[in-house]
């Protein structure tokens, strides 16, 4: 199967409605090419899930202030004024997570567990609506799996089977976004042949990743 495709093609498997994961710390990691195009692109009412919003004019923010997104699950949202002015005037729907338990929610889904337990938020309004338990005298929040439809990851050396090396601290997310989705496209900063990547550098293999966009826009 070939995984390298146009980026439209990529685009049409993202629908509105779906729920997409989206790699990237502050658009540090985030697959700029596909975001920018996802855009411009008709869809809405999304869920997001992601760590942050970045900023207005600049990675996902720029789904935020296009009101494409529906329901947003990140950790926080205080660069991006767009997302507050939304959540504040019942626009948006979003559910703050501290972004370990953000990260082993993904983890969760990805591992096909069914939860795990924390007790990160316990007596804060994160408990809210959440199933408590004590073990040992110490009480724990259940934390639930969160899987998305989509998810979009950016690699640094991608080769033609996916497997992926980051660089950096664009590292951040996106291995778990690639785990917790059903379907995973990735942006390759550099595209290479099968081959070229050492066994031991690869850090998402190949078998998690479904489709590969030739990008490395900002």
């Known amino acids: 199967m070939n995984k390298v495709v146009t980026l439209d093609e990529a685009l049409n498997h993202i629908k509105s409605g779906m729920t ?8 540090c990691g985030t697959p700029h090419t596909i975001i ?13 899930i992601c760590n942050d919003t970045a900023y207005v004019d600049f990675g ?6 296009n009101k494409q997104i529906k329901t947003l699950y990140a950790s926080h949202i205080g660069t991006n004024k767009e997302t507050g002015n939304q959540m504040n005037a019942g626009e948006l729907e979003v559910h703050l997570n501290p972004q370990g338990t953000l990260a082993e929610r993904l983890r969760a889904a990805g591992t096909g567990l069914g939860g795990f337990l924390t007790p990160t938020g316990v007596g804060t309004p994160i408990e ?6 004590e073990i040992d005298g110490k009480t724990y929040l259940l934390e639930k799996p969160l899987k ?5 990851i950016l690699g640094h050396k991608v080769d033609k089977k996916g497997n992926i090396v980051y660089r950096g601290a664009t590292r ?25 990547i050492s066994p031991d550098d690869v850090e998402t293999p190949g078998m998690l990743v479904d489709y590969i966009v030739v990008g490395g826009d900002k």
């Open 20 to 27: 997409i994961a989206v790699g990237g710390f502050l658009g």
């Open 128 to 133: 809210e609506g959440k199933e408590k338990m």
């Open 172 to 196: 951040n997310f996106n291995p778990l976004m690639a785990l917790a989705a059903d379907l995973v496209i990735v942006e390759a900063e550099n595209l290479v042949e099968v081959g070229e």
């Open 148 to 152: 998305a439809d989509v998810a979009l």
């Open 36 to 48: 920018n195009a996802l855009a411009k692109k008709g869809v809405k009412d999304l869920t997001l």
């Open 60 to 65: 996902t923010g720029k789904l935020i202030v």
